[in-house]
């Protein structure tokens, strides 16, 4: 096993893994949803809530145009037009003719000429924080407006339908129910994206199959395996093994005596590769003299294994197989369902 030749930076995505692992892991696309949903409608309430209180004050005026205007309809102005003028400085200087102690910046930010059914029928909307304000707008506006109205050759004249006599509050435009929506695609989009990129990502190793394809080492199974002593036998030999791996000395000799009670014969000791910095250890890998077999975990990142299967490598100490250990069972059986391959047959035995 040669250092150049690990090259799972290259691996095609494993797209039948991947839908596994993240329908495994769909409980936190749901939690993310449902926080996502309460961040968003909490402070989105909170928002509105602490919003200044608003007054309206809302009037009619009746707008006759020229007789032209029964044949075209294109004589009427229509919403977006009166809105657009309503803003404007033409109209914004009539209402100020008519209340000359008015701000203009004001009068801009609070009124709005708008239609609402009837193309004749224009209504004008003050809203602003404080109601005698408000009426004071609304007064001038209604001068304002109909002297501009009527100075527009598409208008004969302009009539009060309908005058406020009062601001009320303007009621607070919460939509919680959108917010939650918002919240919950938010929170949707947000962990599909990071959980997406989290498995891409992940380098460990989760089938048996992988060490096989990325270290062209052959994979004797998962330490559940049902017929592991068989093919340690086949692959290791009948003379015993030697066990190398990063792992902890206590989790390898667990692995030892796990190995021993599946009647297979490994050596009391193993090879421990954590530092292949360490004094003596170039001698203790030479005098091997029975076959190796390097084990990887499911739960740790690779990098460190190969250090290691590059140092044996070196000393031309190539294991002869390989076993994973840490294994998840449930997601080996479920990806393998309907493949053909010795791990597949394998994790059916293991589903009976």
Known sequence: MKLWEMRYGDEPVNGRMFL???????????????????????????????????????????????????????????QYTWEQMSHDSAVIDEIIKADPSLDPSV???SFLATLKADVKVLTLQVTNQDPDMSMRIMKASIEGISAYAASLPEILSVRVIGEAISADPVPLDIRAFRAVILGAIIGLFISCLVLSIRILSDDRIILPETIEKRYHLPAAGTMTSSNLDETLSDLAGDDGFIIASTLSDTAVSRLIEDLKAKGTMPEAKGLSLADTEIKGLAETVKSAGKPIVYIFSSLVSPQADERALSFLSKYEKEPMCAILTDSDDALIRAYYIGKRSRFAEDAAKKNR
């Open 20 to 78: 596994l692992r993240f329908f495994k892991k769909i409980h936190v696309v749901l939690i993310s949803m449902i926080l996502g949903a309460a961040i968003v409608c909490a402070w989105h309430v909170i928002y509105r809530l602490s919003s200044p209180k608003m007054y309206m004050a809302e009037s009619d005026v009746y707008l006759e145009y020229i007789p032209e205007a029964g044949s075209n309809d294109l004589i009427y102005f229509n």
């Open 107 to 109: 009068v801009r930010d």
